[in-house]
């Protein structure tokens, strides 16, 4: 039976949700005060009674996988930089812990209270301040769903230079917060790369105001680069300026099919060498991926037959015949090496979106089929499928296990995923902490983009040398001296 | 049944996808430099007629599109799909928005005259102009029977049985050869057209032709005197209650 189906059948019918501290069992809460009914209503006070909830609050303490739950008993939503400023400065003098949260679509547990810490939603810190359509840069606040502020700047024929599959839900700030990738890295670099300017809230409620729209800056440090990334450990992003790139005017996508990952890796050089510029993504998946998004959401493979692998190119230009040009040549010279077996190109925007589409869903698709373990690493491209190959056959005599690799062949970022029926400390203890070893003797990295969050927080260590993470508990001290900024997050906390 | 001649027709227009903008001069939409694909329901032509040829039905396609140079992409991509050949009526660009289905059905009739094919299969319509009339033109033209809005075709000695998509529901049909049958969305699902056909595509011909050397006048009968967007919806409003609700109905007079 296909592993897909044979998964399926095993996992009982609801989702697993273990709680962060049960997940584990050592985290004690932090010597943090409890939330009080005066604090409650001095928050109300801030932010007024519609920026207050205490009840209904499954949303914000469970993460999107379902993987991970806290226990909190309120969500604060400011909706201006100085509500935010006023409920930390409270929160800091009261010593109650604080998870800022954007559109909670993150995979490693850092937007989600472990105990009853507050979370502070960004959602009503929405705004679009000003777009500049000669400059191509927009400024907002960080609560704006990216799909949103993508369809704004769209109007003036920007595009942002961030695309990922939770972009109808994750919020600007959050992007930020946790440096998210995606699937454009490969053409418009990292994001940090694109913000010009941001305005950030210290634990203490200092207001520290990096905003600005110049596109060269070099005077003294620069400081938002600790924010980025930061994964809300070191305060709350309130403000962004980011620039932007030219919508494309021409958009090509192609999917090819391969026998070996060694021949990904030969359709993706051959393709970098004949498109250039043009290329905005380089994705791979193999083929229970694709049996995954063919079983479990009905979306169909645009070739007849199934292959091992397959690599999705995406071109993006300004000029239509142009970039014919170079796909054909292209496509001529894969077929003519043979490191290719079939393939198809979009037709229309329609079959673009739809190869794209099949990319985007194996993470919705896998999550259905039972607990997810995930593993978003860097490695050397030739090793990127020799772990999951390796991985697989340690999980060989786990019933019901299956394993798949996908991801950001461009960035040499592999999305490994291992699903079983349900979560069992057994299964974990054959993958961890195996991958973070093998990834560390590749010197690689244990978390290309996810981040550290909750989950991954004590491996730290397998891709950051002790020098450097004691410079960061160092700095974490600078900025927030009580520790209440997200805690159990990204810095070891039993190392 | 086999050995067939199918003739395809298949338009190219802007990318379905696309969201369209009125052209300053409200005479049109704009069309330069944005994308364009073969009209949906040629697909489907197309993809049906490659099926009957997989089932040994149908012999020979022959692909044929009328409009500017860059209608030979089309073409090409009738030919990945699986074609056999095609024919690329030119008409200067930017003419190719006055070109409606009376002219296309004359040039399609030239075309019937030439290429003597059993069976014509077209899109019901195409989505720039939403006419649905060039079938039900060209048969009337060649006094061939019509089988429109296909939804399902199948063949047997001599005639197809039809299932036609209408108002009240499905009606079946049965044609005799030869025949025009205008393609639905319901009708099949379109392959893609895979590279290696792509490839094999290239080598395919494709004939030119000029509306004039068939002696078809494309002059149109049609003036296009204003396009504008359709009005802005209004937003609505929430209102707490029943009584707040028949209130503002009151107030606007619909009550």
Known sequence: MIPVRQCLKLAPLCCQIRHGSRMFPQLKRGSFNRITDEDVNLFAGIVGQNGIKTEELDHYNTDWLNTVSGFTELVVSPKSVEEVAAVLRHCNGRRLAVVPQGGNTGLVGGSNPVFDEIVLSLERLNNISHIDPYAGIVECEAGVILQNLSDKVGEHGYTVPLDLGARGSCFIGGNLATHAGGLRVVRYGQLRGSVLGMRVVLPDGQILDGRSNMRKDNTGYDIKQLFIGSEGTLGVITDVSLLLPQTPVSVNMALFGCDSFDDVIKCYRLSRQCLGEIVSACEFMDSLCMTSVNDILGLASPLEDSHPFYYLVETSGMNMDHDMEKLETCIEKVFESGCATDGVMAASKDQARHMMSLRENIAPALKAVGFNYKYDVSLPIQHMYSLVEKIRNKMRKTEGAFSVGYGHLGDNNLHLNIITPQYCTQALSLIEPFVYEEVSRLKGSISAEHGMGLKKANYLRYSKDPSMIAMMRSLKDVFDPNGIMNPYKLLPWND | ?255
Not at chain 2, 103 to 114: C, G, N, R
Not at chain 2, 171 to 194: C, F, H, K
Request: charged letters at 25%; one cysteine or more; glycine letters at 6%.
């Open chain 2, 1 to 255: 049944m086999s050995g067939l001649r199918v003739l395809v027709g298949c338009k190219r227009v802007i990318d379905y996808a696309v969201k369209i903008r009125v052209r300053p001069d409200s005479l049109g939409v704009v069309t330069d430099g944005v994308k364009h694909s073969m009209n949906p329901f040629d697909e489907n032509a197309i993809e049906e007629a490659v099926r009957m040829k997989q089932k040994k039905v149908v012999k020979e396609i022959v692909v044929a599109s009328c409009g500017p140079s860059q209608s030979q992409e089309t073409i090409r991509t009738a030919l990945a799909m699986g074609a056999d050949r095609g024919i690329h009526v030119e008409v200067p660009a930017g003419t190719d928005a006055n070109l409606q289905p009376l002219a296309v059905a004359k040039i399609f009739s030239k075309l019937v005259e030439k290429e003597k094919p059993d069976l014509v299969i077209l899109g019901k319509q195409a989505i720039d102009d939403d006419a649905n009339q060039t079938t039900q033109l060209l048969a009337g033209m060649l006094d061939w029977p019509q089988g429109t809005m296909a939804s399902v075709v199948s063949a047997s000695d001599g005639s197809l049985t039809i299932t036609r998509e209408i108002d009240g529901g499905l009606e079946d049909i049965s044609v005799s050869l030869p025949a025009v049958i205008s393609a639905d969305l319901r009708l099949n699902e379109p392959r893609y057209a895979t590279l290696p056909n792509i490839m094999k595509a290239k080598k395919k011909k494709i004939e030119k032709m000029t509306p004039d050397k068939l002696g078809v006048d494309i002059t149109p009968r049609l003036k296009i005197l204003n396009v504008v967007d359709p009005p802005v919806r209004q937003a609505g409003d929430k209102v707490p209650d029943v009584t707040t609700l028949v209130e503002k109905l009151k107030e606007k007079g619909h009550l």
